[in-house]
Protein backbone atom coordinates (compact mmCIF):
# COMPACT_ATOMS: atom_id res chain seq x y z
CA UNK A 1 0.00 0.00 0.00
CA UNK A 2 1.61 3.20 -0.79
CA UNK A 3 1.88 5.53 2.28
CA UNK A 4 -0.76 8.08 0.85
CA UNK A 5 -3.51 5.29 -0.05
CA UNK A 6 -6.38 4.58 2.33
CA UNK A 7 -7.05 0.82 2.60
CA UNK A 8 -10.87 0.58 2.59
CA UNK A 9 -12.03 -3.35 4.09
CA UNK A 10 -15.80 -4.76 2.70
CA UNK A 11 -17.59 -6.93 4.71
CA UNK A 12 -20.11 -8.22 2.73
CA UNK A 13 -21.24 -11.66 1.56
CA UNK A 14 -23.26 -10.43 -2.16
CA UNK A 15 -19.78 -10.77 -4.72
CA UNK A 16 -22.24 -8.32 -6.85
CA UNK A 17 -22.10 -5.27 -4.21
CA UNK A 18 -18.38 -6.34 -3.24
CA UNK A 19 -16.95 -5.89 -7.34
CA UNK A 20 -19.11 -2.85 -7.59
CA UNK A 21 -17.50 -1.95 -4.58
CA UNK A 22 -14.20 -2.51 -5.67
CA UNK A 23 -14.62 -0.99 -8.75
CA UNK A 24 -15.99 2.44 -7.64
CA UNK A 25 -13.34 2.49 -4.97
CA UNK A 26 -10.32 1.75 -6.51
CA UNK A 27 -11.67 4.23 -9.18
CA UNK A 28 -11.18 6.73 -6.35
CA UNK A 29 -7.83 5.52 -5.60
CA UNK A 30 -8.46 3.43 -2.47
CA UNK A 31 -6.87 0.05 -1.89
CA UNK A 32 -9.56 -2.33 -1.23
CA UNK A 33 -9.43 -5.31 0.61
CA UNK A 34 -12.43 -7.55 0.92
CA UNK A 35 -14.57 -10.11 3.00
CA UNK A 36 -17.48 -12.18 2.46
CA UNK A 37 -18.49 -12.56 5.77
CA UNK A 38 -18.00 -11.63 9.61
CA UNK A 39 -15.23 -14.12 10.91
CA UNK A 40 -13.15 -13.52 7.68
CA UNK A 41 -13.84 -9.79 7.91
CA UNK A 42 -12.32 -9.63 11.40
CA UNK A 43 -9.49 -12.08 9.93
CA UNK A 44 -8.66 -9.59 7.43
CA UNK A 45 -8.88 -6.42 9.69
CA UNK A 46 -6.57 -8.03 12.15
CA UNK A 47 -4.07 -8.85 9.21
CA UNK A 48 -4.14 -6.09 7.26
CA UNK A 49 -5.89 -3.07 9.41
CA UNK A 50 -7.69 -0.44 7.01
CA UNK A 51 -8.45 3.10 7.40
CA UNK A 52 -12.06 2.63 7.18
CA UNK A 53 -14.72 -0.58 6.89
CA UNK A 54 -17.60 -0.96 4.83
CA UNK A 55 -20.08 -3.23 6.92
CA UNK A 56 -23.39 -5.32 5.74
CA UNK A 57 -25.44 -6.24 8.56
CA UNK A 58 -26.71 -9.49 6.85
CA UNK A 59 -23.86 -11.69 6.90
CA UNK A 60 -23.96 -15.20 6.77
CA UNK A 61 -22.35 -16.37 9.98
CA UNK A 62 -22.13 -13.49 12.54
CA UNK A 63 -24.89 -10.32 12.62
CA UNK A 64 -23.47 -7.47 11.41
CA UNK A 65 -24.05 -5.80 15.05
CA UNK A 66 -21.84 -8.58 16.57
CA UNK A 67 -18.51 -7.58 14.21
CA UNK A 68 -19.03 -3.78 14.66
CA UNK A 69 -19.34 -4.50 18.95
CA UNK A 70 -15.47 -6.57 18.10
CA UNK A 71 -13.82 -3.84 15.70
CA UNK A 72 -15.35 -1.42 18.57
CA UNK A 73 -13.16 -3.58 21.39
CA UNK A 74 -10.42 -3.74 19.13
CA UNK A 75 -10.36 0.31 17.29
CA UNK A 76 -11.96 3.12 16.77
CA UNK A 77 -11.64 2.40 13.06
CA UNK A 78 -14.64 4.58 11.46
CA UNK A 79 -17.14 1.84 10.07
CA UNK A 80 -19.99 2.70 7.71
CA UNK A 81 -22.86 0.09 7.78
CA UNK A 82 -24.21 -0.89 4.55
CA UNK A 83 -27.44 -2.70 4.50
CA UNK A 84 -30.83 -3.42 2.85
CA UNK A 85 -31.87 -2.54 6.94
CA UNK A 86 -33.87 0.54 6.76
CA UNK A 87 -35.84 0.05 10.14
CA UNK A 88 -35.10 3.40 12.32
CA UNK A 89 -34.66 1.29 15.18
CA UNK A 90 -31.73 -0.73 12.92
CA UNK A 91 -30.04 2.55 12.44
CA UNK A 92 -30.42 3.95 16.08
CA UNK A 93 -28.79 0.20 17.21
CA UNK A 94 -25.84 0.62 15.01
CA UNK A 95 -25.02 4.36 14.80
CA UNK A 96 -25.32 3.81 18.96
CA UNK A 97 -23.46 0.78 19.05
CA UNK A 98 -20.61 3.02 17.27
CA UNK A 99 -21.20 2.94 13.55
CA UNK A 100 -19.92 6.57 12.24
CA UNK A 101 -22.68 6.24 9.33
CA UNK A 102 -25.52 3.86 7.83
CA UNK A 103 -26.31 3.56 4.18
CA UNK A 104 -29.21 1.75 3.21
CA UNK A 105 -29.00 -0.57 -0.07
CA UNK A 106 -29.15 0.54 -2.92
CA UNK A 107 -26.95 3.05 -3.14
CA UNK A 108 -25.03 5.22 -5.61
CA UNK A 109 -21.29 5.42 -6.04
CA UNK A 110 -21.41 9.27 -6.03
CA UNK A 111 -23.32 9.61 -2.75
CA UNK A 112 -21.29 6.80 -1.06
CA UNK A 113 -18.09 8.23 -2.20
CA UNK A 114 -18.71 11.08 -0.84
CA UNK A 115 -20.00 10.10 3.16
CA UNK A 116 -16.69 7.93 3.09
CA UNK A 117 -14.89 11.32 2.46
CA UNK A 118 -16.71 13.02 5.31
CA UNK A 119 -16.28 9.97 7.73
CA UNK A 120 -12.62 9.88 7.02
CA UNK A 121 -12.12 13.82 7.37
CA UNK A 122 -13.99 13.98 10.73
CA UNK A 123 -12.07 10.78 11.93
CA UNK A 124 -8.23 12.17 10.81
CA UNK A 125 -9.01 15.61 12.80
CA UNK A 126 -11.21 17.23 10.65
CA UNK A 127 -13.15 18.13 13.99
CA UNK A 128 -10.27 17.82 15.94
CA UNK A 129 -10.46 20.15 19.60
CA UNK A 130 -9.40 23.32 18.23
CA UNK A 131 -9.94 27.17 19.34
CA UNK A 132 -12.14 27.69 16.08
CA UNK A 133 -14.14 24.85 14.34
CA UNK A 134 -15.05 25.26 10.24
CA UNK A 135 -17.43 23.44 8.40
CA UNK A 136 -18.18 25.39 5.25
CA UNK A 137 -19.05 28.97 5.87
CA UNK A 138 -19.97 28.26 9.18
CA UNK A 139 -17.29 29.32 11.70
CA UNK A 140 -17.28 28.28 15.95
CA UNK A 141 -14.81 30.35 18.09
CA UNK A 142 -14.69 27.48 20.87
CA UNK A 143 -13.37 29.24 23.44
CA UNK A 144 -15.14 32.61 22.97
CA UNK A 145 -18.67 30.86 22.06
CA UNK A 146 -18.61 33.07 19.32
CA UNK A 147 -20.50 31.60 16.02
CA UNK A 148 -20.87 33.02 12.27
CA UNK A 149 -22.99 31.99 9.47
CA UNK A 150 -21.58 33.06 5.73
CA UNK A 151 -19.63 35.92 7.63
CA UNK A 152 -22.82 36.93 10.12
CA UNK A 153 -22.12 37.02 13.88
CA UNK A 154 -25.56 34.43 15.26
CA UNK A 155 -26.23 35.12 18.52
CA UNK A 156 -26.92 31.54 20.22
CA UNK A 157 -28.43 30.10 23.57
CA UNK A 158 -26.25 28.28 25.63
CA UNK A 159 -27.48 25.03 24.57
CA UNK A 160 -27.94 26.57 21.24
CA UNK A 161 -23.78 26.58 21.13
CA UNK A 162 -23.55 22.96 22.71
CA UNK A 163 -25.85 21.69 19.78
CA UNK A 164 -24.19 23.13 17.32
CA UNK A 165 -20.36 22.67 18.43
CA UNK A 166 -21.34 18.41 18.56
CA UNK A 167 -22.75 18.37 15.56
CA UNK A 168 -19.52 20.45 13.84
CA UNK A 169 -16.72 18.35 15.84
CA UNK A 170 -18.38 15.30 14.46
CA UNK A 171 -19.46 16.83 10.79
CA UNK A 172 -20.53 14.55 8.36
CA UNK A 173 -21.68 12.05 11.01
CA UNK A 174 -24.79 10.75 11.62
CA UNK A 175 -25.33 11.35 15.35
CA UNK A 176 -28.51 9.88 16.51
CA UNK A 177 -31.41 11.88 18.72
CA UNK A 178 -30.59 9.76 21.77
CA UNK A 179 -26.90 10.58 21.35
CA UNK A 180 -27.41 14.09 21.38
CA UNK A 181 -29.51 14.06 24.37
CA UNK A 182 -27.34 11.43 26.63
CA UNK A 183 -24.29 13.64 25.89
CA UNK A 184 -25.82 17.25 26.21
CA UNK A 185 -28.84 16.73 29.23
CA UNK A 186 -28.02 12.99 30.56
CA UNK A 187 -29.24 9.54 30.44
CA UNK A 188 -32.53 10.42 31.88
CA UNK A 189 -33.53 12.61 28.72
CA UNK A 190 -32.36 10.25 26.16
CA UNK A 191 -35.93 9.54 24.69
CA UNK A 192 -36.87 13.31 25.01
CA UNK A 193 -36.54 13.58 21.11
CA UNK A 194 -39.51 16.64 21.17
CA UNK A 195 -37.49 18.66 23.11
CA UNK A 196 -34.42 18.20 20.40
CA UNK A 197 -36.37 19.18 17.86
CA UNK A 198 -37.54 22.65 19.48
CA UNK A 199 -33.70 23.46 19.84
CA UNK A 200 -32.67 22.31 16.42
CA UNK A 201 -35.73 24.24 15.10
CA UNK A 202 -34.56 27.08 16.69
CA UNK A 203 -30.87 26.70 15.82
CA UNK A 204 -31.67 26.32 12.03
CA UNK A 205 -34.14 29.72 12.50
CA UNK A 206 -31.46 31.53 13.48
CA UNK A 207 -28.64 29.80 11.01
CA UNK A 208 -31.62 30.72 7.97
CA UNK A 209 -31.34 27.18 7.53
CA UNK A 210 -34.19 25.38 5.65
CA UNK A 211 -34.81 21.94 7.22
CA UNK A 212 -36.14 20.97 3.68
CA UNK A 213 -33.14 22.08 1.49
CA UNK A 214 -30.22 22.19 4.28
CA UNK A 215 -26.99 24.01 4.13
CA UNK A 216 -25.64 23.14 7.67
CA UNK A 217 -28.03 20.61 9.65
CA UNK A 218 -29.65 17.60 7.68
CA UNK A 219 -32.17 15.63 8.98
CA UNK A 220 -32.33 11.94 9.19
CA UNK A 221 -35.72 10.82 9.82
CA UNK A 222 -36.49 9.12 12.69
CA UNK A 223 -32.78 8.50 13.46
CA UNK A 224 -31.23 11.91 14.28
CA UNK A 225 -28.89 14.99 12.52
CA UNK A 226 -25.84 15.52 10.81
CA UNK A 227 -24.15 18.36 9.98
CA UNK A 228 -23.54 18.72 6.42
CA UNK A 229 -19.67 18.71 4.94
CA UNK A 230 -19.20 21.00 2.47
CA UNK A 231 -15.80 19.77 1.04
CA UNK A 232 -17.10 16.47 0.00
Same mark, same amino acid.
Given at each position: ???????? !????????????????????????????????? !???????????????????????? #???????????????? !???????????????????????????????????????????????? #???????????????????????????????????????????????????????????????????????????????????????????????????????
Amino acid at each position: MKSSQIRI !LIVDDEAQIRRFLRIALETQGYEVIEAASGREG !LSQFAQHPPQLVLLDLGLPDLDGK #QVLKDLRSRSNVPVMI !LSVREDEDEKVAALDAGANDYVAKPFGAAELSARIRAVLRAHNGHQAS #QPVLRCGDLTIDVSRREVTAAGKAVKLSKKEFEILHLLTHNAGRVLTHSYILHTLWGPEHEHDTQYLRVYVGQLRAKLNDDPAKPHYIANEPGVGYRMLDHAV
